[in-house]
Each structure stands twice: as C-alpha cells, then as structure tokens.
C-alpha cells in the first residue's frame, strides 16, 4: 500500500531565502507525482507534475525532481516571497491501471517579510 | 475561466439530513474525483469514475453515494450526515497522463 510522507509539517523562512521541500512514498512503481499549494480555506493549485519517466520540471521560481529509486521528490523553491505562503501538498499517482492519487499530509510554509 | 466548478461554496445541514454537493467541468475530462479534507489533513478520496465506471474505496463510509450522470457533472450525496462528516468536500478532474485539476471547494458544516 502507497503511504505518501512529507517533512517537516510546518516551515518558516524569512523572505529571499531558497528552500527545499520534502516528499517520500514508500512504492517507486508510480505513474506520476503532482505538486499542490493550498492556500487557508480553499482548493488545490496544480504547481508541477512530474511524470515518472521525467527527473524534474521547473516553473519559474519553482523546480520539482523526482528520485523514484528512492522514493524521493522535492520542491525547490527559489527566492522565496511572502505571497508563497501557503500549504504544499504532494500527489502519487501508483502504476498504470488506476487514476488513483494518494496525498501527502502537507507542509505548511510561512515566509516571513 | 472556471474550468472545475463546486456549487455550493458553503452548505449547512442539520444532523442525519440529507445533502447533495455538485461538480461541473468544462475540460472534458473523462476522470472525476471527490475528496474529503478535514482541517490541517491530508485530501482523502472517497471514489473516482473513469468515464462511467464507478470506483469506491474500500474505506467510504456507505453514508456517502455519487453520481455522474454526464461527463460534464458529478454529485456526491450523503445520505444522513453526522458531526463526523463536517469537512471541505473537494472535486477534481483529471485525463489520461495528465494533471488533476481541482475546483474551489464546498465547505459542510453540520449542526
């Protein structure tokens, strides 16, 4: 059974700084990941997805890679900027045969002016 | 342009009174998803259709149904909803290889 993890829970930075956000899943046979924000009270904002062919996507300041062997993506963040502020959540789709996503439990980011 | 739409944004029900939530998608995806997020938890999926075809996870309560009448809309409905099942209800649309798209969400409260 995928189990998805992501470290740490919560995340505070002061503005400008560059920061790494962790997700691990314990099965490497995955179709694809998908990087969410979730900002307080509302619904999710696709940031990246990386199909499981793919090492990375990059969009503006933001750069996901994908680590399969190890179970391993994470979120680059580049420059960070209060308006980042939000929850990052991470997506594993398993192998083909199923549209099923499983979730990580997020990791809540505070960029500090 | 709203791609994935949730209506309503914000829905009351008493206790054990039966509710309906409602998806709509103008992407013409063939996936459709409802999730159910519980404060500072992880999004966790009730059932997903693959065009028509139905999938249930093992653990959604039988007080939760859908439908999907069309490719456009899905409905999620619970049938007598308790205290428990006060969440963010979040619908989401996907297609072959490609990204899921959420809408914004309907908020239930219980009371």
């Known amino acids: 059974k995928q189990e998805v993890t992501q470290i740490p829970a919560a995340l505070s930075v002061p503005e400008g700084e560059n920061l790494v956000l962790n997700c691990s899943f314990t099965?490497?046979?995955?179709?694809?990941l998908q990087w969410f924000r979730q900002d307080p009270g509302k619904g999710l904002t696709s940031l990246l997805l990386i199909q499981s062919s793919q090492r990375e996507q990059t969009s503006g300041r933001l750069n996901a890679s994908l680590d399969k062997s190890s179970g391993r993506s994470t979120l680059y963040i580049a420059a960070s900027q209060p308006g980042d502020s939000a929850t990052y959540l991470c997506?594993?789709?398993?192998?083909?045969?199923?549209?099923?996503?499983?979730f990580g439990t997020g990791t809540r980011l505070k960029v500090l002016a | 342009d709203a791609m994935v739409i949730q209506n309503p944004r914000y829905q009351v029900t008493q206790f054990g009174k039966p509710v309906t939530l409602s998806c709509s998608q103008t992407?013409?995806?063939?996936?459709m998803y409802w999730y159910q997020q519980k404060s500072s938890q992880a999004p966790k999926l009730l059932f997903h259709y693959y065009d028509k075809d139905f999938n249930n996870e093992a653990d959604t309560p039988d007080n939760f149904q859908s439908r999907r009448p069309n490719t456009s809309f899905c409905f999620l409905d619970i049938r007598s909803p308790g205290l428990g099942d006060a969440a963010m209800y979040l619908c989401?649309?996907?297609?072959?290889?490609?990204?899921?798209?959420f809408g914004p969400g309907t908020r239930l409260t219980v009371t």
């Open positions: 099965d490497s046979a995955i179709y694809n």
């Open positions: 997506a594993v789709r398993s192998g083909s045969g199923t549209y099923k996503y499983i």
């Open positions: 992407l013409n995806h063939n996936v």
């Open positions: 989401a649309t996907s297609t072959t290889g490609y990204e899921q798209y």
